[in-house]
């Protein structure tokens, strides 16, 4: 990918910038569920694959710090995405525990005898496209 993105690629900055959150991110934000128990040297790989992608994106030379490509590209940093997403999944535990799950009575809830006779001990003339012959 580096040909694509590197600093000799002839694409503009949104076309590259547009390849690494398409082609890029996607790969290392799959197993993101993961990493809020992941150990510091593990995140600590992933943050600096990002920034050698960007600051080759930007051609960006040694001396510009990390947190300004990431404010000036509008990219967030591994840690800010993890702590993103593992604010999401509480929310979504508490919205599901709040709902009420009632369970149907033993009049309402059909009966494996009447699954049965409903499948098997129907008249054939319910089915228009079947003859009795």
């Known amino acids: 990918m580096y040909w694509i993105i590197g600093r ?3 694409l503009s900055l949104e076309n590259r910038l547009l390849i690494y ?3 890029l991110k996607p ?3 799959y197993g993101i569920p993961l990493w809020g128990t992941a150990s510091n040297s593990n995140i600590e790989i992933l943050r600096r694959f990002q920034n050698k992608v960007l600051r080759s994106i930007v051609n960006a030379p040694w001396y510009v ?3 300004v490509l990431h404010t000036n590209l509008q990219i967030p940093t591994v840690k800010a995405e993890i702590t993103n997403f593992s604010t999401k999944i509480p929310r979504k535990a508490n ?3 709040q709902r009420t799950h009632t369970h149907p009575t033993r009049s309402q809830s059909p009966t494996l005898h009447g699954m049965y006779r409903t499948l098997f001990y129907t008249p054939i003339c319910r089915y228009p496209q079947l003859k009795q012959k």
Do not use: E, Q
Request: zero cysteines; charged letters at 15%.
């Open 8 to 10: 000799k690629s002839n």
């Open 21 to 23: 959150k398409t082609n």
């Open 65 to 67: 710090p990390n947190t």
């Open 27 to 29: 790969i290392w934000t």
């Open 95 to 97: 919205h599901t525990s």
